[in-house]
């Protein structure tokens, strides 16, 4: 939400989907280096998420019919 209200990218947050649509994103150089590290920084985080999600299925199953 931050990214959207600076205007670094453009598109829409869906609350009832739970879904966010990207439609421009801010241009940036970056070196091999720093794509490869971004690459591993997203999928870490992607896999945390996975696992928080998978928590709370187990924990919490009347959660996990809204998931």
Do not use: C, F, Y
Request: aromatic share 2%; proline share 3%.
């Amino acid at each position: 939400m931050k990214a959207l209200s600076l205007g670094l990218i453009k598109g829409s947050i869906d609350q009832v989907l739970e879904e966010a649509t990207l439609t421009w994103v801010q241009p940036r150089v970056l070196s091999l280096d720093q794509a490869n590290l971004l690459q591993s920084r997203v999928a870490e985080w992607s896999k945390d998420v996975k696992g928080i999600v998978n928590l709370m299925q187990s924990e919490i199953p009347e959660v996990a019919i809204h998931l």
